[in-house]
């Protein structure tokens, strides 16, 4: 099935990013945030930022989307280290969120993790039917 | 211990890590979770894949952070044997309102996705009634705390007391 195949990008802030971050490795499926500081149409990269973290993504695969500075996108796809230039992300799918709420997003980011690790320590617990 | 049946026909907003751990049941149109069966899911995430066969279905996927969720949007409605024994009017209505959702379904949007929860190769997916494409970039998060709120204020009580 098509879905297998596909992975979800985890939700990151590009503060986390960092590389002793679990999330800084090779292939990670991520998803990310940030603001359009520059977008170089020859090779199709776009740096966003998020206060002082920065991001290349790689957007060459990305149709019907278009690029404007200053405003804030989302990407989903995967993260390739490299040596020389740091991280990028191969986007697979973005789209602008122009009027996201960083805060309630960066805020609610925090309480879906915290539901999610009590879920994940309190189901063993609990009796499967 | 009989089954709580208080939310089968409720369509109950899951995010996809805990729509993904769905339990089957000796029924197939009904999943367990803790104890509580369901039958009918609602999830928002991006669209991350679309495999489009014309009279037939579209299957996709969506992406909410915390999982992938396989749905299928069926467009055999005016072929298949299982609608014929229905009312013709009926069966034409689902069928326009199914063309009019798949052609929303486009990779990258965020979209709101309502149907039952069954299962196709022992993976759980959502057989889609009706889809709804998010526009405001906020929606996506407000369904987050929706599901956090609901879970602990209605879906998860009585829980405990199965452990």
Redesign the interface.
């Known amino acids: ?4 195949a ?6 990151v802030t590009l503060p986390e990013l960092h590389p002793s971050s679990p999330f800084y490795e090779e292939g990670a499926s991520l ?1 990310v945030t940030g603001k359009l500081q520059h977008y170089y149409v020859e090779t199709a990269i776009a740096i966003i930022a998020d206060g002082s973290a920065t991001l290349n993504i790689d957007t060459q695969h ?1 149709r ?2 278009s690029f404007r500075v200053g405003s804030i996108y ?1 990407f ?1 796809g995967e993260l390739h280290i490299q040596q020389e230039n740091g991280a990028i992300l191969q986007a ?4 602008n ?5 960083l805060n ?2 960066h805020q ?1 980011l925090q ?2 993790r915290q ?2 690790a009590d ?1 994940m320590n309190n ?1 063993s ?5 | 211990m009989p089954m709580d049946q208080s939310l089968l026909n409720t369509h109950v907003k899951l995010l996809a890590f805990d729509f993904l751990s769905l339990s089957p049941t000796a029924d197939p149109t009904v999943f367990s979770r803790f104890g509580k069966l369901l039958s009918r899911a609602e999830i928002v995430g991006t669209i991350t894949s679309r495999d489009f066969k014309p009279n037939k279905f579209v299957r996709f996927t969506i992406d909410d952070g915390t999982g992938c969720v396989p749905c299928i949007l069926w467009l055999n409605h005016l072929r298949s044997p299982y609608f014929s024994r229905r009312d013709p009017a009926s069966v034409r209505l689902i069928a326009n309102a199914a063309t009019e959702f798949a052609a929303r379904i486009k990779v990258g949007v965020v979209a709101r996705v309502r149907g039952r929860i069954t299962s196709y190769r022992d993976e759980v997916q959502i057989t889609v009634s009706d889809v709804v494409i998010e526009k405001d970039p906020n929606m996506e998060v407000l369904h987050w705390l929706d599901c956090l709120r609901l879970a602990r204020k209605c879906y998860d009580v009585d829980v405990h007391k199965f452990k």
């Open positions: 099935m098509a879905s297998l596909i992975k979800s990008g985890a939700l998803r990305l019907d989307l989302q989903i697979r799918v973005g789209r969120v122009d009027g996201l709420d309630l997003y609610s309480l879906l539901f999610h879920r189901s617990n609990l009796m499967q039917f």
